[in-house]
């Protein structure tokens, strides 16, 4: 009961925030575009859609600002800022792994610039993702509102689980409404690569049906590849279902090292 109403609050938070600009509009009027302005679709440019938790976080970490030329879209409004976290459509409060990644991405000189696309609930169920929802309903916005501008998604990063802990009956019925999300995600005109993150239950806890249906999505669904293993506790660093400052530090690095590998759009 308590978990649902801490599920359905913050559910009410993301829509507030989907509704309403960021009051920072006043201080970064000055810098605030549509993404179009920035973004032209063009190879030098990543744009990342992430999906899904918003636990990817650091609590004794200090939110990091964006460098030049890393931009993070509010899904209230569909304008472009200056990223800085917390990111907007996150509802995170602390440091996240995307700033950082976007970050290294552009201080490498491996993009030019970076736009981070976040629609994130923390403690969501995978119920909560069906297309029917109101939740895909702002991401279906938000990519109609990109490909408006013709900019395309370079990767999607599909992190979720912890909200579901164990109470999936069977690892084919989380299974299933991944499949039905890609399906409804393909449907809308989005051909980029999916990578599913394992989370397990719990970041850090390799037990339980959500972990072993993390374990086949990438074999069983066309597009979706395998992103990091955040069980494997030899590489990250976690604590309370979350990362800690180095856990995040590695987290952000791996998924650095995956987009060298990726083909641009």
Same mark, same amino acid.
């Given at each position: 009961m308590i978990s649902t109403l801490l599920r359905s609050s913050a559910l009410f938070i993301l829509l507030l925030q989907s509704s309403f600009a960021l009051s920072d509009d006043a201080v970064f009027s000055d810098r605030i575009y549509p993404c179009g302005h920035f973004f032209h679709g063009a190879q030098n440019e990543a744009v990342l859609l992430v999906l899904g938790d918003s636990n990817v976080t650091a609590a004794d970490v200090t939110p990091e600002a964006g460098v030049t030329n890393v931009f993070s879209m509010n899904p209230g409004n569909g304008l472009c800022y200056p990223a800085t976290d917390p990111l907007a459509g996150s509802l995170a409060h602390k440091g996240s792994a995307w700033t950082r990644l976007a970050n290294k991405m552009v201080k490498e000189k491996r993009y030019d #610039?970076?736009?981070?696309?976040?629609?994130?609930?923390?403690?969501?169920?995978?119920?909560?993702?069906?297309?029917?929802?109101?939740?895909?309903? #702002?991401?279906?916005?938000?990519?109609?509102?990109?490909?408006?501008?013709?900019?395309?998604v370079t990767a999607v990063i599909w992190q979720q689980g912890q909200g579901n802990?164990?109470?999936?009956g069977k690892p084919e019925d989380y299974v299933a409404a991944v499949k039905e999300l890609t399906l409804a995600l393909r449907g809308i005109g989005l051909s980029s690569p999916i990578y599913s993150v394992v989370t397990g239950g719990c970041i850090g806890s390799n037990q339980g049906?959500?972990?072993?249906?993390?374990?086949?999505?990438?074999?069983?669904?066309?597009?979706?590849?395998?992103?990091?293993?955040?069980?494997?506790?030899?590489?990250?660093?976690?604590?309370?279902?979350g990362l800690t400052l180095n856990g995040l530090a590695v987290y952000s690095y791996y998924w650095y090292e995956i987009f060298g590998k990726t083909p641009q759009p």
């Open positions: #610039r970076v736009l981070l696309v976040p629609v994130m609930l923390a403690k969501s169920s995978i119920a909560d993702w069906k297309s029917d929802g109101k939740i895909f309903l #702002r991401v279906k916005s938000l990519l109609a509102s990109l490909s408006k501008q013709q900019i395309s802990d164990n109470s999936i049906n959500v972990y072993a249906a993390q374990q086949q999505l990438s074999k069983e669904l066309e597009g979706v590849v395998f992103g990091p293993d955040l069980t494997d506790t030899s590489k990250f660093e976690s604590a309370d279902c």
